[in-house]
């Protein structure tokens, strides 16, 4: 008589790649690319390379790699994209705010101080609390804890630059706060905490929007009681079109707060409902606020705000029929790093008019490659939302996701005369240190859910009943 033994084993699940190598080699082109651009705007200016070519991509190169590092470490399964495409814009954002640096035009101003070495710092900044979200922040979910501290937070945030004596009028906007030597843009650190309200508020409440609605005219409309969260958020957003006159912030906080909305019920009607609120609040402030009003006269003709300005006339800009100009004068493919002339737009070429440097120095191709990096972001966020296993998770990537592309649409519709002027900046690309700090700490949080998202599953405890048998054969 003889035997046989058979063993029965658990087979454990079969992990996805990390990409963290796919990752590096992206992020080698992300510094690379920049590195090119510098070396091309120091030919253009002066016929030689420039001098601290070597320690400008030692310093871009030396931010990616921590970055990375981190991200292996800490995020191992996170979207290989996230990280090279925030640092391509970055890198070349930098590039650019250095040219600008070099005109002799901007030196002739009377305030004018040198910009890239200050964004460097706060692009380490930035990476810094990249870092920090990666290392403190184990699993996104513990955010959905700090639902309604998040709200308060938030309106904290943006009641700051209201406060005397904390509070800035910058050309017409109270969104900037000095602290110590220090200007400061609230608003860009709220757009992600109330992101997390958002996120808390709409998992708990999503059924009650969604399913309890009435039907008018092909809509369902929701009840009366429902109504209160977007009531609340379209006020708090027009009451800081008026009192901070921020037309920008405004646009970012209703359009995500509906976008999540529309997310989490699944209702066409919240779409339609948030988009006739919006129009009604912004038309209404406009017709009585001058500043708005004077951003929308410049929208509606900007070639006569152009012609009041040079005749001296006060509360007029100029700068919104120059953007316009160097699209123009950018044609297809552009001057060419370093040969525009878009410092004539003077103190606000490297903040808010960034993009009309891009666009004649680099031209309508140019424009489209930067606008399509900003796509990519969104669309890993996007996708990171899809594959998130919990709902927090997906109405928080949908909500930082939604932001972000509202504020690319806000900053560059505004610049190529598509909508009224906001004085926002353009992520990453834009002289600001809240600004790059803030989507730093932005992309950190996508980054880590995206690595929650991907993670294989872990595999199944052993089961005790599944042990070894004998089989006895005759």
């Known amino acids: 008589m003889s035997s046989s033994t058979t063993h029965t084993s658990t087979i454990g699940a079969i992990g996805a790649p990390s990409r963290r190598n796919t990752e590096l080699a992206l992020l080698v082109f992300a510094v690379v690319i920049p590195l090119f651009a510098y070396m091309n705007v120091g030919l253009a200016l002066d ?56 005109s002799e035009r901007l030196q002739q101003l009377p305030n004018f101080s040198v910009a890239a070495p200050n964004q460097l710092m706060y692009s380490a900044i930035g990476i810094a609390l990249f870092v920090g979200v990666l290392l403190l922040l184990k699993d996104h979910r513990v955010l959905q804890r700090y639902t309604y501290i998040s709200m308060v937070g938030a309106l904290v945030l943006l009641l700051l630059p209201l406060v005397p004596g904390l509070g800035m009028n910058v050309f017409g906007a109270k969104i900037w706060i000095h602290i110590g030597g220090f200007s400061i843009q609230p608003g860009e650190f709220a757009k992600i905490v109330i992101a997390i309200f958002f996120a808390g508020y709409l998992m708990v409440k999503r059924d009650a929007l969604a399913l309890a609605s009435r039907r008018f005219m092909g809509l369902y409309l929701p009840r009366g009681r429902d109504l209160g969260p977007i009531i609340v958020v379209w006020g708090m957003s027009i009451l800081i079109l008026v009192f901070e006159t921020d037309l920008g912030t405004s646009l970012l906080f209703f359009g995500m707060f509906v976008v999540m909305l ?213």
């Open 262 to 474: 529309y997310v989490a019920t699944e209702r066409t009607s919240w779409i339609v409902f948030g988009l006739m609120m919006s129009a009604v609040g912004a038309v209404g402030v406009a017709s009585f606020e001058p500043h708005v009003k004077q951003r929308v006269d410049a929208w509606l003709d900007p070639m006569r705000e152009y012609t009041l300005s040079q005749q001296g006339m006060a509360g007029h800009s100029e700068q919104a029929m120059q953007a316009l100009w160097a699209f123009g004068s950018g044609g297809t493919l552009g001057t060419g790093l370093g040969q525009g002339n878009s410092d004539l737009i003077k103190f606000a070429a490297n903040s808010d008019f960034i993009l009309a440097t891009f666009g004649e120095e680099l031209g309508l191709a140019g424009i489209m490659a930067i606008l399509l990096i900003y796509g990519l972001i969104v669309e890993r966020g996007v996708r990171t939302a899809l594959a998130a296993r919990d709902p927090f998770g997906k109405l928080l990537a949908i909500g930082l996701s939604g932001a972000f592309a509202i504020q690319v649409f806000v900053v560059a519709g505004g610049v190529m005369g598509l909508i009224p002027l906001t004085g926002m900046t353009m992520p990453f690309l834009a002289y600001g240190g809240s600004s790059v700090i803030a989507n730093w700490a932005l992309i950190g949080i996508l980054i880590r859910i995206s690595d929650t998202a991907r993670r294989p599953a872990p595999s199944p405890a052993p089961n005790p009943d599944a042990e070894m048998t004998q089989v006895v054969r005759p």
């Open 47 to 102: 016929g030689k390379v420039p001098s601290g070519m070597l320690g400008y991509g030692a310093g871009l190169g030396l931010l990616a790699a921590v970055g990375h590092l981190v991200v292996r470490k800490f995020a191992a399964y996170a979207d290989p994209l996230l990280l090279p495409l925030a640092t391509l814009l970055n890198g070349l954002g930098l590039v650019v705010i250095w040219r600008l640096d070099q």
